[in-house]
């Protein structure tokens, strides 16, 4: 009854079932662990965001990475800023998802070590090669306050670090390039700008992290998981189904023998 299971048909679509499930079944857990991570992040940055703000020095060096408990952490230091060594970060949008530029401002602390502080979004002009005009920060000493953000690198953004850009323009905001361009040792990371606030509203300061938002990774594992569950019920259904139709077509098939030949 059921030796049609040796066909080329129903071996491959066999195969094919079997290869479905664990392949679903790790899906689902992939969905299930960016969740758990998305999760965590979230628990990370709503502490971070509540908690005082503490000197930049106790928490980075130069040469070392931030470590993903300070994520976002607020950071403050004592120093003036650096616009003649000023870059801007390419094709980075701001709240209404226009496409523009970052400020990256070496800040220069009063032990001679520097800072990056990035100050905010610029808009590009239309040929985005031209070095953007912008607002001066407040001059001489001051302290500034700020998020604290890991070094940028390809692997964890997707940004290409394209060689070859126009005059003081990068694509990633990283210390270790940093502290090569500007000969000067570069506290590890770098810091958004939160304070003090631009007078003119120049360049725009970056808000806030969202972190109440777990995303749609949970309901996409159920489903892995329910398709994974679905494929050996769709099996046995198509199973059954050939097998009835087989059944009938044979049982028509030995009607047709047995019907006395017309006169």
Do not use: C
Request: charged share 20%; hydrophobic share 45%.
């Amino acid at each position: 009854m059921y030796r049609f299971l040796w066909t080329r048909q129903w071996v491959i679509l066999t195969i094919v079932a079997i290869a479905l499930i664990p392949a679903m079944i790790r899906l689902g857990f992939w969905q299930l662990h960016r969740h758990e991570h998305r999760v965590a992040l979230n628990e990370v940055i709503s502490a971070s965001l509540a908690a005082r703000p503490v000197p930049a020095e106790s928490l980075t060096a130069p040469g070392a990475t931030v470590k993903h408990a300070d994520l976002y952490r607020k950071v403050t230091a004592k120093g003036h800023f650096d616009t003649a060594n000023e870059e801007v970060v390419r094709r980075r949008t701001n709240a209404d998802d226009k496409v523009g530029y970052h400020v990256l401002t070496p800040f220069v602390l009063e032990d001679g070590k520097v800072l990056m502080v990035n100050r905010g979004w610029v808009p590009a002009d239309a040929s985005q090669t031209a070095f953007p005009k912008i607002p001066a920060p407040e001059r001489g000493e001051i302290t500034v306050t700020g998020r604290l953000m890991p070094d940028e690198t390809t692997a964890d953004s997707g940004i290409k670090n394209v060689k070859g850009l126009p005059d003081r323009q990068v694509m990633l905001i990283n210390s270790v390039q940093q502290a090569e361009r500007l000969g000067e040792e570069v506290l590890g990371g770098y810091v958004q700008l939160t304070s003090p606030v631009p007078k003119d509203g120049s360049p725009e300061l970056l808000p806030e992290p969202e972190h109440s938002d777990i995303g749609p990774h949970l309901a996409y594992a159920v489903q892995w998981w329910l398709f994974a569950a679905g494929v050996p019920v769709g099996w046995v259904v198509l199973l059954r189904r050939e097998a009835r139709e087989r059944a009938q077509a044979a049982a028509q098939a030995g009607a047709q023998e047995t019907e006395p030949a017309s006169v």
